[in-house]
T-cell receptor, first 110, second 113 residues
Framework: NAGVTQTPKFQVLKTGQSMTLQCAQD?????MSWYRQDPGMGLRLIHY???????DQGEVPNGYNVSRSTTEDFPLRLLSAAPSQTSVYFC?????????FGPGTRLLVL | GENVGLHLPTLSVQEGDNSIINCAYS??????FIWYKQESGKGPQFIID?????DKRQGQRVTVLLNKTVKHLSLQIAATQPGDSAVYFC????????????FGTGTRLKVLA
């Protein structure tokens, strides 16, 4: 099993550009989530999904969209990037309350 | 309010000594707690968990203590090794089955040789 994979590892965007952060897991976990991590802060929940076709907002959802068409994939979309979205983004899947995190995507918005 | 800071609290420990990392949680209704380890450039990694009906749980070289009276959680690492150097986060689950975790800001553990 590859576990939770994320692409890209690093991305630079200009203000106003859009992009999609990819997340995939091969463990057949129903629950997946996206977090952002800013310097000196804990992870904050952006969006989560309890299964294919079902998504919901977390703590900091503004500026982000998600969809869950398959169990395996949970992409995070930035429609119009802003410097405040500069952060490290982690995707996670959950099995029996244990979260398995991906390696993260470091995003810089200029 | 939210605890925001650019600099993480740091605990420096001599190799071989025991480490104690503390965490205060906010919601008395939280019923499940987890400790994570995050090495530089990597995602958080599960270490140990504890439910609110327990006061103590032990793993391999790690022990988690839960004090619900003062809403305090601690992680004890026995015989700290250089490989233990990382940032440690606690997380609380504010409702059974929701999987919506609130993470602490973290503590950096530095192991001195």
């Amino acid at each position: 099993n590859a576990g939770v994979t994320q692409t890209p590892k690093f991305q630079v965007l200009k203000t106003g550009q859009s992009m999609t952060l990819q997340c995939a897991q091969d463990m057949n976990h129903e629950y997946m989530s996206w977090y952002r991590q800013d310097p000196g802060m804990g992870l904050r929940l952006i969006h989560y999904s309890v299964g294919a076709g079902i998504t919901d907002q977390g703590e900091v959802p503004n500026g982000y969209n998600v969809s869950r068409s398959t169990t395996e994939d949970f992409p995070l979309r930035l429609l119009s990037a802003a410097p405040s979205q500069t952060s490290v983004y982690f995707c996670a899947s959950v099995w029996l309350e244990t979260q398995y995190f991906g390696p993260g995507t470091r995003l810089l918005v200029l | 309010g939210e605890n925001v800071g650019l600099h993480l609290p740091t605990l420096s420990v001599q190799e071989g000594d025991n480490s104690i990392i503390n965490c205060a949680y906010s919601n008395s209704a939280s019923d499940y707690f987890i400790w994570y380890k995050q090495e530089s450039g990597k995602g958080p990694q599960f270490i140990i968990d504890i439910r609110s009906n327990m006061d103590k749980r032990q793993g391999q070289r790690v022990t988690v203590l839960l004090n619900k009276t003062v809403k305090h959680l601690s992680l004890q690492i026995a015989a700290t090794q250089p490989g233990d150097s990382a940032v440690y986060f606690c997380a609380e689950n504010r409702g059974s089955g929701t999987y919506k975790y609130i993470f602490g800001t973290g503590t950096r553990l530095k192991v001195l040789a």
